[in-house]
């Protein structure tokens, strides 16, 4: 008789924005007439821009052609789009980063889950919390967890490591030793950052301890202060211990497009294993890679056009955050986030539970947001707002938000 893997049946409930997904749809079965505004997943609603569009329909036409038709994508990306990646995103910031060391993937989410398969199962895990679930839940999967308190809404055999109002939503050192360390700048769900010279004790900290940093820097784009790292490879020693995530979706709105890059330095090495040749592994036996045309749409990002364009949809993006931010602040909810990230972070009022705050949204204002305590224990009594909506319904959100 075979055997499924118990780790599944360890995790409780479904993925958090599959639950948040149930509700809202029993919801709107009950109250067919009301209008609701989605400001719960963190999924852009702005048009592709019109340079990557161009691009499409270049690439398809190539693809309706058999001499520039094309099959199977080389296993770590085409190198054109390789190139861009590393011109524009690391050797303009002044990060040494070659084209090899990038792999391209169908998305951070996809590459945030399986980056763990690389890594020993007795490996220790240290996380912020709260964090984007998929962390933990893959790890859990992976059976790298022990057992799950529900009083607590805690692992064992993962290293918290709490992001509160009193530490400024930024992660301390932990006390324990980890093997690996999650961490994501611009955060999600906080919206917090922290500085370049914070990131380089994380650097020199994991350097010190032999640890490797799995930094999810997918909302990169969305960073307006200057002090705040795009890339971890601006810090020294990133390159022996740091392993980058990032993604098209949210600078570029390809969250229905699917497209994002990991990056594994050569120099990144247990002992002599080099982690860059177990992850071209990996890539190389379980994917073919990310669609020619999207790979394409992807280098259009960096064009001239693209750049203009995208920079224009992220101010439209940020304009809801500041919108939301005022309104909220406005109207008396202890509120952060919303300058570097496309989320705000507040407190639910009148001390109510992130999903007793999520009932009480919904019923009342028919607006969607995601419960903190979904990320982690020390996101309880807070809640995340995304400004990835219209500016017309973040807009009315407010108004009604407002008059609760
Ligand atoms: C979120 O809402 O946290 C994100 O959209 C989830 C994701 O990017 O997978």
């Not at 070659?98 to 690389?118: L, M, P, R, T």
């Not at 964090?131 to 993962?158: F, H, L």
Request: proline share 5%.
């Amino acid at each position: 008789m075979f055997k499924v893997n118990e780790n599944y049946l360890k995790l409780p409930g479904s993925y958090l924005f599959s639950t948040i997904g149930k509700k809202v749809n029993a919801f709107v079965q009950d109250n067919p007439e009301k209008k609701i505004i989605r400001l719960g997943i963190g999924d852009v609603t702005q048009p592709l821009a019109p340079a990557i569009i161009q691009a499409f329909h270049t690439a398809v036409d190539e693809m309706a052609d058999a001499k520039t038709f094309r099959g199977y994508a080389p296993d770590l990306g085409y190198e054109f789009l390789r190139n861009a990646i590393r011109e524009n995103d690391y050797i303009a910031r002044g990060c040494q980063i070659e084209a090899d060391e990038i792999f391209v993937s169908d998305g951070a989410k996809c590459d945030s889950g399986n980056i763990q398969e690389i890594f020993s199962q007795d490996n220790k895990i240290a996380v912020c919390d709260p964090v984007y679930p998929v962390y933990v839940d893959t790890n859990v999967m992976a059976g790298r967890t022990g057992t799950y308190d529900s009083r607590k809404e805690t692992w064992s055999n993962i290293i918290y490591m709490p992001c509160t109002a009193e530490n400024n939503f930024a992660p301390e050192l932990p006390k324990e030793t980890p093997d690996l360390i999650y961490l994501c700048f611009p955060n999600n769900p906080t919206g917090s950052t922290i500085t370049k010279k914070q990131l380089q004790e994380w650097v020199d900290y994991a350097n010190k301890v032999g640890a490797v940093i799995i930094y999810d820097a997918a909302y990169e784009a969305y960073i307006s202060e200057e002090d705040v790292p795009h890339t971890i490879y601006e810090c020294e020693g990133a390159r022996t211990c740091a392993i980058e995530l990032r993604s098209f979706s949210k600078n570029a709105g390809f969250t229905g497009v699917r497209l994002g890059f990991t990056v594994i330095p050569k120099e990144l090495k247990a002992g002599e294993v080099s982690l860059h040749s177990l992850w071209a592994r990996r890539h190389g036996t379980k994917y073919n890679g990310a669609p020619y045309i999207v790979q394409r749409a992807g280098e259009a990002v960096y064009s001239d056009a693209g750049k203009v364009q995208l920079k224009q949809q992220v101010d439209y993006y940020m304009n809801n955050a500041k919108y939301i931010y005022d309104g909220l602040k406005s109207a008396g909810y202890t509120v952060s986030g919303g300058v570097n990230a496309p989320y705000i972070w507040l407190k639910a009022p009148n001390k109510m539970t992130s999903w007793e705050f999520f009932d009480y949204l919904l019923e009342k204002a028919n607006v969607v947001g995601t419960p903190g305590s979904g990320f982690g224990p020390s996101g309880e009594t807070y809640f995340r707002l995304t400004a990835f909506g219209s500016y017309e319904n973040t807009m009315e959100a407010m108004e009604r938000i407002k008059k609760l």
